[in-house]
T-cell receptor, first 113, second 113 residues
Framework: GEDVEQSLFLSVREGDSSVINCTYT??????LYWYKQEPGAGLQLLTY?????DMKQDQRLTVLLNKKDKHLSLRIADTQTGDSAIYFC?????????????FGSGTRLSIRP | SQTIHQWPATLVQPVGSPLSLECTVE??????LYWYRQAAGRGLQLLFY??????ISSEVPQNLSASRPQDRQFILSSKKLLLSDSGFYLC????????????FGPGTRLTVT
C-alpha cells in the first residue's frame, strides 16, 4: 500500500522561506494534499495539487510536485510566527472507493525570532 | 457552507467506563465519514470510515466501535475504556464524488485515568 514519509522537525528564522518535504511510494496517486494543524486543533486543509500538475501557487504557499521522484514539497514564503504548526502531507492513492487518503506523520515547523 | 462538529471537546474517563463521541456534519449530503486517532500530537491513525448509513468499515482491530445512525452523524463508542484509548480523536468528512479532500472537526481530547 501507499507509504508517505516526512521529516519530523523543521526550524526556520522568521521572515525566511520554509520548505517542507514529503515522499510517497504509489505512482498512481491522484491528489496530493497539505494540511496544517495548530496545537489542540483539528487539521486544516491548506492546498492540494492534482497529479498532472507540477506546481501550484496560492499567496505565500507554493506546492511543487516531482512525479518521477514521487516527491512533494510545500514552500511557505516570508514565514511568520503564526505558521508554527504541524504540517501533514497526504496522498490519495487513487484506488480507494471511500476517498481514503494516506497521511504522513507530520512535520513540526518552529519559527526562530 | 459545510461545517463539522464534535463533542465533547475534552473528556476524562476512568478505565472500564463506556465512551460515546459524536460527530455531525452540516451543509452537505451523503458524505464519507471518518474517525481518526492521534497520539501525542503526531500522526493520524484511521480507525473507521463510512460511505453510508449503517455502513462501517474498521481499519484496525481495537476496543472501539463506530455507528452511523443518520446520514450526517457518526458516533465512536466503547463499552469499556482502556488506558491505551487515550488520545485526540478527530472526525472528518469528504464529498462522495469528485476530489477526495477531507475536512476535519475540532477534535475530542480523551484522557483515560
Amino acid at each position: 500500500g501507499e507509504d508517505v514519509e516526512q521529516s519530523l522537525f523543521l526550524s526556520v528564522r522568521e521572515g525566511d522561506s520554509s520548505v517542507i518535504n514529503c515522499t510517497y511510494t504509489d505512482s498512481s496517486s491522484t491528489y496530493l494534499y497539505w494540511y496544517k494543524q495548530e496545537p489542540g486543533a483539528g487539521l486544516q486543509l491548506l492546498t492540494y495539487i492534482f497529479s498532472n500538475m507540477d506546481m501550484k501557487q496560492d499567496q505565500r504557499l507554493t506546492v511543487l510536485l516531482n512525479k518521477k521522484d514521487k516527491h512533494l514539497s510545500l514552500r511557505i514564503a516570508d514565514t511568520q510566527t503564526g505558521d508554527s504548526a504541524i504540517y501533514f502531507c497526504a496522498v490519495d492513492p487513487g484506488y480507494s472507493s471511500a476517498s481514503k487518503i494516506i497521511f504522513g506523520s507530520g512535520t513540526r515547523l518552529s519559527i526562530r525570532p | 457552507s459545510q461545517t463539522i462538529h464534535q463533542w465533547p471537546a475534552t473528556l476524562v474517563q476512568p478505565v472500564g467506563s463506556p465512551l460515546s463521541l459524536e460527530c455531525t456534519v452540516e451543509g452537505t449530503s451523503n458524505p464519507n465519514l471518518y474517525w481518526y486517532r492521534q497520539a501525542a500530537g503526531r500522526g493520524l491513525q484511521l480507525l473507521f470510515y463510512s460511505v453510508g448509513i449503517g455502513q462501517i468499515s474498521s481499519e484496525v482491530p481495537q476496543n472501539l466501535s463506530a455507528s452511523r445512525p443518520q446520514d450526517r452523524q457518526f458516533i465512536l463508542s466503547s463499552k469499556k475504556l482502556l488506558l491505551s484509548d487515550s488520545g485526540f480523536y478527530l472526525c472528518a468528512w469528504s464529498p462522495r464524488t469528485g476530489v477526495s479532500e477531507q475536512y476535519f472537526g475540532p477534535g475530542t481530547r480523551l484522557t483515560v485515568t
